[in-house]
């Protein structure tokens, strides 16, 4: 069986097509700029890397272009396009409506458009991409899986905001939790690595990439999440600084010459790292500059484990007793040093690092980084949401 994973962002398509009949990956690639004049895309198939030249007005253009280069007559990796049996759609914003993946019909397109209005700027091109791969693909299972689904088992405790109650009765204002497929994938692997059902586990999953999120899952569910009605809150990240004062917005509305939207534009995309740092909203580039003497951006990597700090703890307390504490993402699967400084000083709590395991874990690796006598076991897991989409997208087709 054949399933091509679809990720849409406002100008961008990320695919991968699976066979799972051995869960390989037979081509993915990512087409760019969508609608400009440099469009590009970067194919990846048979161990080679293709740029061929192209030009896409939209997502449906788009996926006409990714569509011909897996049946390419040089580096194509299926005759027909109808071998692609289904196709599974990474959709951002599931709202309160599912807790899972579902196979898309006229009903779950309405529910997707009414959650767009929480999270405008990833549903909308989640919904172009269904619609091009409706009319590309129509023999195809489509099948929709959300990034807020795994956190649909958090408890009003946890989901309601301290506010006006009836925000979230009329608004919908809550938290909803985002990376879920991540979260999942990477707390399913932890359960297989320590050799125990995940249904008997307490875990402590962070998501670090350009978002970063944190998640506390308790016998498998998760029960508090760092991100909330849209992905701003929580940890410091990229270009985001994830938890603040909210006065701070009225408080620049008020005096400084900025608009609402000027603010809403600097908390997206130029806080965070890089706006600690004013240099990058790499991790790569901050422990860099870091290292060579940049104050600032010493302090960017300082605030920004300081606050994963401070989750870590929180989400022990919450859960009492934890198994693992899991890295992911860019940061979390290669940057040791934020591992390090991320769990230093709590061999008290029970998490005690193997230093040197922690050096040489090897990209893409997992690896267990926790010393022989840690209670909480520290793990490094590469995260994959694009085979779990394809999994639970499998999972739908015979239904
Ligand atoms: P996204 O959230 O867009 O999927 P990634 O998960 O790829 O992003 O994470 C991107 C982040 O990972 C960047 O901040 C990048 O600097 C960081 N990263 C990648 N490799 C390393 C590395 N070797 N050391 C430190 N950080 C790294």
Not at 67 to 89: N, P, T
Not at 144 to 155: G, I, R, W
Not at 254 to 276: F, P, T, V, Y
Not at 379 to 396: D, G, H, K, S
């Amino acid at each position: 069986m054949k399933i091509l994973t679809i990720n849409c962002g406002s100008s961008s398509i990320k695919y991968q097509l699976f066979d799972m009949a051995d869960e390989s990956v037979l081509a993915k690639g990512l087409l760019e700029r969508l609608g400009t004049e440099q469009v590009s895309l970067c194919h990846q198939a048979k161990g080679a890397v293709v740029q061929p030249s192209c030009s896409a007005e939209d997502h449906r253009d788009g996926l006409g272009l990714i569509l011909a280069s897996l049946v390419h007559r040089d580096y194509g990796v299926i005759e027909r396009i109808e071998q692609i049996k289904a196709v599974g759609h990474r959709v951002v914003h599931g709202g309160e409506e599912f807790s899972g993946a579902v196979r898309i019909d006229p009903k779950v397109i309405r529910a997707i458009e009414n959650c767009a209005q929480l999270a405008p700027l990833h549903n909308r091109p989640n919904l172009a991409g269904i619609t091009a791969a409706q009319m590309a693909l129509g023999s195809a299972v489509q099948v929709a899986v959300f990034d807020t689904a795994f956190h649909s088992t958090l408890k009003k405790v946890a989901f309601i905001y301290a506010l006006p109650y009836e925000w979230y009765e009329q608004y919908g204002i809550r938290r909803y939790g985002f990376h879920g497929t991540s979260h999942q994938y990477v707390a399913a692997s932890a359960a297989e690595m320590l050799g125990r059902p995940l249904n008997e586990l307490n875990l402590i999953t962070a998501h670090l990439g350009n978002g970063c999120s944190i998640t506390a899952i308790r016998r498998g569910k998760s029960v508090d999440h760092s991100m909330g009605l849209t992905p701003a809150e929580g940890l410091v990240m990229g270009t985001r600084g994830g938890d603040m004062d909210p006065a701070i917005v009225f408080h620049l509305a008020a005096n400084s010459d900025m608009s609402l939207e000027q603010i809403n534009e600097a908390l997206q995309h130029r806080s965070g790292l890089l706006g600690i740092s004013g240099l990058s909203n790499d991790m790569r580039d901050i422990v860099q500059a870091g290292e060579d003497g940049q104050e600032r951006a010493r302090l960017a990597l300082e605030i920004f484990v300081h606050r994963l700090k401070k989750y870590i703890g929180a989400y022990m307390a919450l859960l009492g007793e934890v198994d693992g504490l899991v890295f992911t993402g860019g940061i979390g699967e290669n940057s040791a040093v934020v591992r390090s400084k991320a769990v230093a000083n709590l061999e008290r709590f029970g998490l005690r690092l193997d230093g040197k395991a922690n050096e040489a874990v090897a990209q893409g690796q997992a690896k267990e980084i926790s010393a022989a006598d840690s209670e909480v076991k520290i793990l490094v897991i590469p995260t994959n949401e694009e085979l779990l989409i394809a999994r639970q997208t499998l999972a739908l087709v015979g239904s």
